[in-house]
């Protein structure tokens, strides 16, 4: 099953990647000014919901452009957006992948990163039962146990569910769980839905027949790549850099989806029909960050703000204004 990595627009024409290629290649090779003289190591996460890092970092993009200006790259594996706005709150990376939401939340609750890139328009979350359950909606979950990760664009996407059918968290049991033991647990029994994520999501579908009885596609958020406001703030070419280097990175991606896969297969030590599974509702195509993604990313915050999880004197415009840094566009938003 060959996977779809451009899910809502057309397939690229040969001149238009090797367009996008060659602006990244040019603005990898620029040199850089005094302000990165002093760094001496640029700290990234990969994760297996961002497929895009995972081809920057086995191609060696961003060493490479990195190599003779003497800066060295770290990578670290985040687990969920939760992990990646932790690790970028508390300095251990500069870059980090999330889901918009979530960075939204970050940053009303004090977290100072900003929104620069977007690697995927994904529907990467849904509500997860088993057959059994007998669950078919989400008014079904009152009083029911659900594995979560709190943070996270699942926990969004089940807060909205819930209040959608006029209930709140306090009306379930959560259960708080980082996403690949929310899968297991649901497996297991010990709860009655989980809010998935892919690639667990697409594994526990095919491999154990779990079914994804709530989807909502227009409420996943986009997947973006923040950065720590100071680290943009000292460095920007840096910053220039980075996003170059994703370009090249996508850019192979979008004209290579069998080497996507088996990146992916080769993360997750899952069997290709599962990742073909995700890749099928992840859209690579549109990177540059605006309007698009602050739109989405405003209207969960307002749903947040009318469940009660964002305090209702919070401006959640002014958040998404704050959050979103159109400056690092390689081109003009599409």
């Given at each position: 099953m060959k996977p779809v990595l451009r899910?809502?627009?057309?397939?690229?024409?040969?001149?238009?990647?090797?367009?996008?290629?060659?602006?990244?290649?040019?603005?990898?090779?620029?040199?850089?000014?005094?302000e990165a003289a002093d760094v001496k190591e640029?700290?990234?996460?990969?994760?297996?919901?961002?497929?895009?890092?995972?081809?920057?970092?086995?191609?060696?993009?961003?060493?490479?452009?990195?190599?003779?200006?003497g800066i060295a790259v770290r990578w670290t594996q985040s687990l969920g957006s939760n992990k990646a706005l932790e690790y970028?709150?508390?300095?251990?990376?500069?870059?980090?992948?999330?889901?918009?939401?979530?960075?939204?939340?970050?940053?009303?609750?004090?977290?100072?990163?900003?929104?620069i890139y977007a690697f995927s328009q994904p529907e990467w979350t849904a509500l997860v039962t088993t057959k059994a359950s007998g669950i078919t909606k989400p008014?079904?979950?009152?009083?029911?146990?659900?594995?979560?990760?709190?943070?996270?664009?699942?926990?969004?996407?089940?807060?909205?569910?819930?209040?959608?059918?006029?209930?709140?968290?306090?009306?379930?049991?959560?259960?708080?769980?980082?996403?690949?033991?929310?899968?297991?647990?649901?497996?297991?029994?010990?709860?009655?839905t989980w809010a998935g994520l892919d690639p667990m999501m697409a594994a526990s579908e095919?491999?154990?027949?779990?079914?994804?009885?709530?989807?909502?596609?227009a409420a996943n958020t986009w997947g973006v790549l923040d950065v720590r406001e100071?680290?943009?703030?000292?460095?920007?070419?840096l910053v220039r850099v980075v996003i170059a280097a994703y370009e090249q990175a996508r850019t192979y991606a979008v004209a290579n989806p069998a080497a996507v896969t088996q990146a992916l297969v080769t993360a997750t030590k899952l069997p290709e029909p599962v990742i073909a599974r995700q890749l099928t509702r992840t859209?690579?195509?549109?990177?540059?960050?605006?309007k698009v993604q602050a739109d989405s990313i405003q209207a969960?915050?307002?749903?947040?703000?009318?469940?009660?999880?964002?305090?209702?004197?919070?401006?959640?415009?002014?958040?998404?204004?704050?959050?979103?840094?159109?400056?690092?566009n390689a081109g003009p938003e599409r």
């Open positions: 899910r809502r627009a057309a397939s690229p024409s040969r001149r238009a990647l090797l367009g996008a290629a060659c602006g990244a290649f040019l603005l990898l090779g620029a040199p850089l000014r005094g640029v700290r990234l996460d990969w994760a297996t919901y961002n497929p895009v890092s995972l081809v920057l970092k086995e191609k060696g993009f961003l060493e490479a452009a990195l190599k003779d200006k970028l709150n508390g300095g251990a990376i500069d870059f980090g992948s999330s889901a918009g939401a979530a960075a939204l939340l970050a940053r009303i609750n004090g977290n100072p990163v900003k929104a008014a079904d979950l009152k009083g029911k146990r659900i594995a979560v990760t709190r943070g996270t664009d699942p926990h969004i996407f089940l807060i909205r569910a819930l209040q959608g059918a006029g209930l709140t968290e306090k009306d379930a049991k959560l259960v708080l769980l980082q996403h690949a033991d929310g899968r297991t647990a649901l497996e297991r029994g010990d709860v009655d095919i491999e154990n027949g779990s079914t994804l009885f709530f989807r909502d596609a100071d680290f943009a703030k000292e460095h920007p070419d859209d690579l195509s549109r990177p540059e960050i605006g969960a915050g307002l749903a947040l703000q009318q469940a009660g999880v964002i305090p209702a004197e919070t401006d959640v415009a002014a958040a998404v204004a704050g959050l979103i840094d159109t400056r690092f």
